[in-house]
T-cell receptor
Framework: EAGVAQSPRYKIIEKRQSVAFWCNPI?????LYWYQQILGQGPKLLIQ????????DSQLPKDRFSAERLKGVDSTLKIQPAKLEDSAVYLC????????????FGPGTRLTVT | KNQVEQSPQSLIILEGKNCTLQ??????????LRWYKQDTGRGPVSLTI?????NTKSNGRYTATLDADTKQSSLHITASQLSDSASYIC?????????FGTGTRLQVFP
Protein backbone atom coordinates (compact mmCIF):
# COMPACT_ATOMS: atom_id res chain seq x y z
CA GLU A 1 0.00 0.00 0.00
CA ALA A 2 1.48 3.34 -1.04
CA GLY A 3 1.92 5.87 1.75
CA VAL A 4 1.11 9.55 1.95
CA ALA A 5 3.07 11.45 -0.68
CA GLN A 6 4.23 15.04 -0.31
CA SER A 7 6.18 17.42 -2.48
CA PRO A 8 8.47 19.19 -2.53
CA ARG A 9 10.57 17.70 0.26
CA TYR A 10 12.51 20.91 0.80
CA LYS A 11 11.85 24.54 -0.05
CA ILE A 12 13.81 27.70 0.64
CA ILE A 13 12.15 31.05 -0.02
CA GLU A 14 12.58 34.65 1.01
CA LYS A 15 10.10 36.35 3.32
CA ARG A 16 7.09 37.84 1.56
CA GLN A 17 7.31 35.25 -1.22
CA SER A 18 4.61 32.65 -1.71
CA VAL A 19 4.91 28.87 -1.61
CA ALA A 20 2.66 25.87 -2.16
CA PHE A 21 2.85 22.32 -0.87
CA TRP A 22 1.13 19.27 -2.32
CA CYS A 23 -0.18 16.15 -0.64
CA ASN A 24 -1.58 12.92 -2.01
CA PRO A 25 -3.17 10.82 0.76
CA ILE A 26 -3.48 7.05 0.94
CA UNK A 27 -6.08 5.85 -1.54
CA UNK A 28 -9.53 5.60 0.02
CA UNK A 29 -8.74 7.75 3.04
CA UNK A 30 -11.51 10.24 3.60
CA UNK A 31 -9.77 12.51 6.09
CA LEU A 32 -6.70 14.60 5.37
CA TYR A 33 -4.74 16.72 7.84
CA TRP A 34 -2.10 19.41 7.47
CA TYR A 35 0.24 19.95 10.42
CA GLN A 36 2.97 22.47 11.10
CA GLN A 37 5.92 21.18 13.12
CA ILE A 38 8.40 23.71 14.39
CA LEU A 39 11.80 22.33 15.38
CA GLY A 40 11.71 20.73 18.81
CA GLN A 41 7.91 20.76 19.06
CA GLY A 42 5.11 18.35 18.35
CA PRO A 43 2.96 18.78 15.25
CA LYS A 44 0.26 21.47 15.37
CA LEU A 45 -2.91 20.89 13.37
CA LEU A 46 -3.52 23.58 10.75
CA ILE A 47 -6.51 22.18 8.92
CA GLN A 48 -8.53 18.98 8.67
CA UNK A 49 -10.59 17.92 5.66
CA UNK A 50 -13.18 15.18 5.49
CA UNK A 51 -13.57 14.37 1.82
CA UNK A 52 -13.48 17.86 0.30
CA UNK A 53 -15.09 19.69 3.23
CA UNK A 54 -13.26 21.53 6.02
CA UNK A 55 -13.80 20.00 9.48
CA UNK A 56 -11.42 22.17 11.50
CA ASP A 57 -9.32 25.15 10.43
CA SER A 58 -9.35 26.98 13.76
CA GLN A 59 -5.55 27.16 13.96
CA LEU A 60 -4.93 28.10 10.34
CA PRO A 61 -3.62 31.70 10.01
CA LYS A 62 -6.15 32.57 7.37
CA ASP A 63 -4.63 35.93 6.54
CA ARG A 64 -1.71 34.15 4.90
CA PHE A 65 -2.44 30.42 4.77
CA SER A 66 -4.96 28.71 2.53
CA ALA A 67 -5.69 25.10 1.74
CA GLU A 68 -7.95 23.21 -0.57
CA ARG A 69 -8.80 19.62 -1.30
CA LEU A 70 -10.35 19.34 -4.69
CA LYS A 71 -12.40 16.23 -5.48
CA GLY A 72 -11.70 14.91 -2.00
CA VAL A 73 -8.30 13.47 -2.89
CA ASP A 74 -5.16 15.60 -3.32
CA SER A 75 -4.64 18.73 -1.29
CA THR A 76 -2.53 21.86 -1.53
CA LEU A 77 -1.45 24.19 1.25
CA LYS A 78 -0.36 27.69 0.31
CA ILE A 79 1.41 30.44 2.23
CA GLN A 80 1.27 33.97 0.86
CA PRO A 81 3.19 35.99 1.93
CA ALA A 82 5.61 33.92 3.99
CA LYS A 83 7.12 35.14 7.24
CA LEU A 84 10.31 34.05 8.98
CA GLU A 85 8.28 32.28 11.68
CA ASP A 86 6.72 30.03 9.03
CA SER A 87 9.98 28.09 8.84
CA ALA A 88 8.93 24.58 9.86
CA VAL A 89 8.15 21.13 8.56
CA TYR A 90 4.69 20.84 7.04
CA LEU A 91 3.27 17.37 7.50
CA CYS A 92 0.32 15.89 5.68
CA UNK A 93 -1.51 12.94 7.18
CA UNK A 94 -4.54 10.89 6.27
CA UNK A 95 -6.88 8.48 8.00
CA UNK A 96 -9.59 6.15 6.79
CA UNK A 97 -12.48 8.06 8.35
CA UNK A 98 -11.62 10.14 11.40
CA UNK A 99 -9.46 10.23 14.54
CA UNK A 100 -10.78 6.86 15.67
CA UNK A 101 -8.64 5.43 12.91
CA UNK A 102 -4.87 5.53 12.74
CA UNK A 103 -3.27 8.53 11.06
CA UNK A 104 -0.58 7.94 8.49
CA PHE A 105 1.92 10.73 7.96
CA GLY A 106 3.81 11.77 4.87
CA PRO A 107 7.53 12.58 4.92
CA GLY A 108 6.87 16.30 5.25
CA THR A 109 8.09 19.42 3.48
CA ARG A 110 10.83 21.35 5.23
CA LEU A 111 10.32 25.06 4.60
CA THR A 112 13.03 27.60 5.32
CA VAL A 113 12.10 31.28 5.08
CA THR A 114 15.07 33.64 4.90
CA LYS B 1 -0.67 24.05 29.40
CA ASN B 2 0.02 21.07 27.20
CA GLN B 3 -2.22 18.19 28.08
CA VAL B 4 0.44 15.64 27.15
CA GLU B 5 3.79 15.93 28.89
CA GLN B 6 6.83 13.81 28.07
CA SER B 7 10.09 13.15 29.85
CA PRO B 8 12.94 13.23 29.51
CA GLN B 9 13.22 15.86 26.82
CA SER B 10 16.32 14.13 25.48
CA LEU B 11 18.20 10.96 26.22
CA ILE B 12 21.56 9.51 25.20
CA ILE B 13 22.27 5.81 25.60
CA LEU B 14 24.78 3.28 24.33
CA GLU B 15 23.85 0.68 21.76
CA GLY B 16 22.48 -2.46 23.36
CA LYS B 17 21.17 -0.72 26.46
CA ASN B 18 17.52 -0.46 27.47
CA CYS B 19 15.65 2.77 28.12
CA THR B 20 12.22 3.96 29.20
CA LEU B 21 10.40 7.07 28.05
CA GLN B 22 7.57 8.60 30.05
CA UNK B 23 4.29 10.24 29.09
CA UNK B 24 1.78 11.89 31.44
CA UNK B 25 -1.53 13.08 30.08
CA UNK B 26 -4.41 15.07 31.49
CA UNK B 27 -6.76 14.69 28.55
CA UNK B 28 -10.13 13.39 29.65
CA UNK B 29 -12.06 11.25 28.99
CA UNK B 30 -9.58 8.61 27.94
CA UNK B 31 -9.81 7.53 24.33
CA UNK B 32 -6.57 5.86 23.38
CA LEU B 33 -2.88 6.54 23.84
CA ARG B 34 -0.53 6.46 20.86
CA TRP B 35 3.22 6.35 20.55
CA TYR B 36 4.90 7.53 17.36
CA LYS B 37 8.51 7.35 16.24
CA GLN B 38 9.79 10.23 14.14
CA ASP B 39 13.13 9.88 12.39
CA THR B 40 14.94 13.08 11.49
CA GLY B 41 13.51 14.50 8.30
CA ARG B 42 10.60 12.04 8.22
CA GLY B 43 6.98 12.05 9.27
CA PRO B 44 5.86 10.26 12.47
CA VAL B 45 5.25 6.53 12.23
CA SER B 46 2.87 4.76 14.59
CA LEU B 47 4.47 2.30 17.03
CA THR B 48 1.44 1.36 19.07
CA ILE B 49 -2.08 2.42 19.97
CA UNK B 50 -3.28 1.49 23.45
CA UNK B 51 -6.92 1.28 24.43
CA UNK B 52 -8.40 1.47 27.91
CA UNK B 53 -8.36 -2.29 28.44
CA UNK B 54 -4.69 -2.69 27.53
CA ASN B 55 -2.01 -2.39 30.19
CA THR B 56 0.88 -3.56 28.05
CA LYS B 57 1.42 -3.79 24.33
CA SER B 58 4.54 -4.82 22.46
CA ASN B 59 5.82 -4.13 18.97
CA GLY B 60 9.12 -5.91 18.56
CA ARG B 61 11.64 -4.35 20.90
CA TYR B 62 9.19 -1.62 21.86
CA THR B 63 6.84 -2.19 24.80
CA ALA B 64 4.28 0.38 25.86
CA THR B 65 2.51 0.35 29.20
CA LEU B 66 -0.56 2.25 30.28
CA ASP B 67 -1.88 3.15 33.73
CA ALA B 68 -5.23 4.81 33.14
CA ASP B 69 -5.67 5.51 36.87
CA THR B 70 -2.54 7.65 37.12
CA LYS B 71 -2.78 8.77 33.48
CA GLN B 72 0.72 7.64 32.72
CA SER B 73 2.23 5.70 29.87
CA SER B 74 5.73 4.53 29.22
CA LEU B 75 7.61 3.25 26.21
CA HIS B 76 10.37 0.78 26.94
CA ILE B 77 13.00 0.06 24.31
CA THR B 78 14.96 -3.14 24.74
CA ALA B 79 18.46 -3.79 23.40
CA SER B 80 18.65 -0.43 21.65
CA GLN B 81 20.01 -0.15 18.13
CA LEU B 82 21.52 2.80 16.28
CA SER B 83 18.34 2.97 14.20
CA ASP B 84 16.34 3.73 17.34
CA SER B 85 17.80 7.24 17.29
CA ALA B 86 14.71 9.38 16.72
CA SER B 87 12.07 11.43 18.49
CA TYR B 88 9.33 9.53 20.25
CA ILE B 89 6.01 11.31 20.51
CA CYS B 90 3.11 10.46 22.81
CA UNK B 91 -0.34 11.38 21.48
CA UNK B 92 -3.85 11.42 22.96
CA UNK B 93 -7.02 12.28 21.04
CA UNK B 94 -9.17 15.05 22.53
CA UNK B 95 -12.58 15.26 20.95
CA UNK B 96 -11.87 15.84 17.27
CA UNK B 97 -8.14 16.52 17.38
CA UNK B 98 -4.92 14.83 18.44
CA UNK B 99 -2.93 16.29 21.32
CA PHE B 100 0.79 15.76 20.73
CA GLY B 101 3.49 15.73 23.36
CA THR B 102 6.70 17.60 22.60
CA GLY B 103 8.55 14.30 22.30
CA THR B 104 11.68 12.70 23.69
CA ARG B 105 14.74 12.95 21.51
CA LEU B 106 16.67 9.65 21.81
CA GLN B 107 20.22 9.27 20.57
CA VAL B 108 21.86 5.86 20.53
CA PHE B 109 25.64 5.82 20.25
CA PRO B 110 27.84 2.83 19.34
Amino acid sequence: EAGVAQSPRYKIIEKRQSVAFWCNPISGHATLYWYQQILGQGPKLLIQFQNNGVVDDSQLPKDRFSAERLKGVDSTLKIQPAKLEDSAVYLCASSLVDLAYEQYFGPGTRLTVT
Amino acid sequence: KNQVEQSPQSLIILEGKNCTLQCNYTVSPFSNLRWYKQDTGRGPVSLTIMTFSENTKSNGRYTATLDADTKQSSLHITASQLSDSASYICVHPDADKLIFGTGTRLQVFP
